[in-house]
């Protein structure tokens, strides 16, 4: 059980263009979703907190205009990489819980390349 | 805020061998502490977790111990086999800064053939 599903898994695409990526816990309702960033050989950067149903809260130095997140249902979060460039390039890893005190679910992530 | 700070950063051992990876934490509220196991190119998955109410956790192969007094949990692997070698994140929640989850900074494990 506690399955995530995030997509797509990987996108190339060139300077200027937005990215929508998708989160879905499939087996639970998701009371909040989290967006991380890991950059090569680093551990989670933690980019933002997606409650359902209302505005998402960024970490310090995360600009929100810059990752657009919608969490409009319990079983999915989209984080948006508007006017992406090269060094927005990364490894973008979203995770999910159905209660504050329960273990976060993670999806297999999305290799974003930015050429 | 909290703080988590994982040792060691590599850890290579032998097939056969166990490995430990040890974590503290700052933030006395911490109650939560999962474990991630993170294979190249994936994210991170949870092997076993433990509540602050309780001292050690014992899953198969995989143990944890969490001493509340110190700040300390461990991550305990036993009988290592080469699908073990991976990165490792120890993580701690607490009911401080709405239930956020703050990551180590990961161990890579080798378990030689």
């Known amino acids: 059980g506690a399955v995530v599903s995030q997509h797509p898994s990987r996108v190339i695409c060139k300077s200027g263009t937005s990215v929508k990526i998708e989160c879905r816990s499939l087996?639970?309702?998701?009371?909040?979703m989290f967006w991380y960033r890991q950059f090569p050989k680093q551990s989670l950067m933690l980019m933002a907190t997606?409650?359902?149903?209302?505005?998402?809260?960024?970490e310090q130095g995360v600009e929100k205009d810059k990752f657009l997140i919608n969490h409009a249902s319990l079983t999915l979060s989209t984080l948006t990489v508007t006017s992406a460039h090269p060094e927005d390039s990364s490894f973008y890893i979203c995770?999910?819980?159905?209660?504050?005190?329960?273990?976060?679910?993670f999806g297999d992530g999305t290799r974003l390349s930015i050429l | 805020g909290e703080n988590v700070e994982q040792h060691p950063s590599t850890l290579s051992v032998q097939e056969g061998d166990s490995a430990v990876i040890k974590c503290t934490y700052s933030?006395?509220?911490?109650?939560?502490f999962p474990w991630y196991k993170q294979e190249l190119g994936k994210g991170p998955q949870l092997i076993i977790d433990?509540?602050?109410?309780?001292g050690e956790k014992k899953d198969q192969r995989i143990a944890v111990t969490l001493n509340k007094t110190a700040k300390h949990f461990s991550l305990h692997i036993t009988e290592t086999q080469p699908e073990d070698s991976a990165v490792y994140f120890c993580?701690?929640?607490?009911?401080?800064?709405?239930?956020?989850?703050?990551f180590g900074a990961g161990t890579r494990l080798f378990v030689k053939a």
């Open positions: 433990i509540r602050s109410n309780v």
């Open positions: 087996d639970f309702q998701a009371t909040t």
């Open positions: 997606s409650n359902e149903g209302s505005k998402a809260t960024y």
């Open positions: 995770s999910a819980r159905w209660g504050a005190d329960q273990p976060q679910h």
């Open positions: 933030d006395s509220a911490s109650n939560y």
């Open positions: 993580a701690a929640t607490g009911n401080t800064g709405g239930f956020k989850t703050i």
